[in-house]
C-alpha cells in the first residue's frame, strides 16, 4: 500500500480537531475522551463507555454524532426491548401483496445504544452481530449498513439489578472501552457557567460531513506500520496471555485493533507512520475488557490497569530508526 502524503495527513489532523473541538464545547475538559472515541471512529471500530451516572457518556455520544452530518439513531435499551426493534422487521404490505423491510434503529451512520445492559442477552447479540459484519439479515434478506457505521454502547458499572452484563465474548466486539471521569473543580465550575440555562448541546452544528469521515478512514488505512512495531504490538498481546495473574488475555482481534487505533493516533499526531509511544497510549483502554484476572489477584486488589503497565514495562521497546521507511 503506497503511503499517504503529508497534506492528506495535515487534512486528517484539521479536521480531527474541528470534530474534538466541537464535542469539547460540550464534554469540558475531557479531551483525552473525546480523542480516543473519535481514533475509535476512524479506525473503524466500536466504543463502549462506562462510567457512573451523570458524568456525561450520553452527551458524549450523541455530541459527537451532533459534530457530523450524518444519520443518528438512538436505543434506549430495555428488558422488554426486541430483536426486531433493533435490527428491523418485514412487514406485509397489503397494496404490494409482499413483505416490505422496515428497517430498526441500527440503520444509521452512529448509534447510540444507552445502557446495553439492560437489554435482554438475545438483544444484545442483535446488535453486536451487525457491528461485526456490518450487515442485518432479516427474513433471508441481507441489508449492508451504510458507511461510516459506529456504534458508542453505555453502561453503568454500579447497578446490577435488572442487568445483563455483557459477556467476553460480546466485549470483544468494542474496540475500546472508555471512561469518562469526573471533571476537575475548575471545570466543573466552568460547567456550572456555560451550561446554566441549558445544555450547550443544542447549540452544536456539524462540523464535517459524513464524506469526510470515510475519507478520514481511508487516510488511517494508509499510515505505515513498520515490521519492528507489528512485532510489538504481538508481544504486548502475548504476554498478557503468558501472564501469571491472568485468567484471560488479551485476544487476536485485540492485536488487529490496537494496530488500527494506532494508525489514527499517528495520523492525528501528523506522522505517516506508528511509534511505540502510539502502541502504548492505546493499550490500555483496548485491553482493558478483555482481561480477566485469577480470583487469587482479584482477592489481593490488583488491578488490570497494573498488569498492563508491567507489561509494556517489561518489553524492549522497538527502535525509532526505521519506523517510516
Not at 488479551?250 to 492485536?255: L, Q
Amino acid at each position: 500500500m503506497q503511503q499517504v502524503d503529508g497534506e492528506r495527513i495535515d487534512w486528517f489532523a484539521e479536521r480531527f480537531e474541528r470534530i474534538a473541538g466541537n464535542v469539547e464545547k460540550v464534554i469540558q475538559g475531557k479531551r483525552a475522551v473525546i480523542n480516543q472515541v473519535l481514533m475509535c471512529l476512524f479506525a473503524e471500530g466500536h466504543v463502549l463507555v462506562e462510567d457512573v451516572p451523570g458524568v456525561g457518556k450520553t452527551a458524549l455520544a450523541k455530541s459527537l454524532a451532533r459534530s457530523i452530518d450524518c444519520t443518528f439513531n438512538r436505543i434506549q435499551f430495555t428488558p422488554d426491548l426486541l430483536p426486531s426493534d433493533v435490527t428491523g422487521v418485514s412487514v406485509w404490505d397489503r397494496q404490494r401483496s409482499d413483505f416490505q423491510f422496515k428497517p430498526g434503529a441500527i440503520f444509521a451512520n452512529i448509534v447510540v445504544g444507552d445502557e446495553i445492559n439492560r437489554a435482554s442477552p438475545k438483544t444484545q447479540a442483535a446488535l453486536l452481530e451487525a457491528m461485526e459484519e456490518r450487515q442485518v439479515t432479516v427474513d433471508g434478506t441481507t441489508h449492508i449498513l451504510a458507511e461510516p457505521f459506529m456504534v458508542v454502547a453505555t453502561q453503568n458499572p454500579l447497578e446490577h439489578e435488572g442487568t445483563y452484563p455483557l459477556p467476553e465474548a460480546q466485549l470483544d466486539r468494542f474496540m475500546m472501552r472508555v471512561k469518562v471521569g469526573y471533571p476537575d473543580r475548575a471545570k466543573e465550575l466552568e460547567m456550572l457557567e456555560t451550561h446554566a440555562y441549558r445544555s450547550t448541546y443544542h447549540e452544536l452544528q456539524p462540523v464535517v460531513g459524513a464524506e469526510d469521515v470515510n475519507i478520514m478512514i481511508d487516510i488511517a488505512r494508509q499510515i505505515h506500520v513498520d515490521a519492528s512495531v507489528k512485532a510489538y504490538i504481538i508481544d504486548v498481546v502475548g504476554a498478557t496471555r503468558g501472564h501469571g495473574e491472568v485468567l484471560l488475555g488479551g485476544s487476536p482481534r485485540s492485536a488487529l485493533y490496537i494496530q488500527r487505533a494506532g494508525r489514527a493516533r499517528a495520523a492525528l499526531d501528523g506522522r505517516p507512520y506508528v511509534t511505540p509511544d502510539d502502541v502504548k497510549a492505546i493499550a490500555l483502554p483496548i485491553l482493558e475488557h478483555r482481561m480477566v484476572l485469577r480470583p487469587e489477584a482479584h482477592m489481593r486488589g490488583l488491578r488490570v490497569q497494573e498488569v498492563v503497565d508491567s507489561v509494556l514495562r517489561s518489553l524492549a521497546v522497538p527502535s525509532a530508526t526505521r519506523l517510516a521507511t
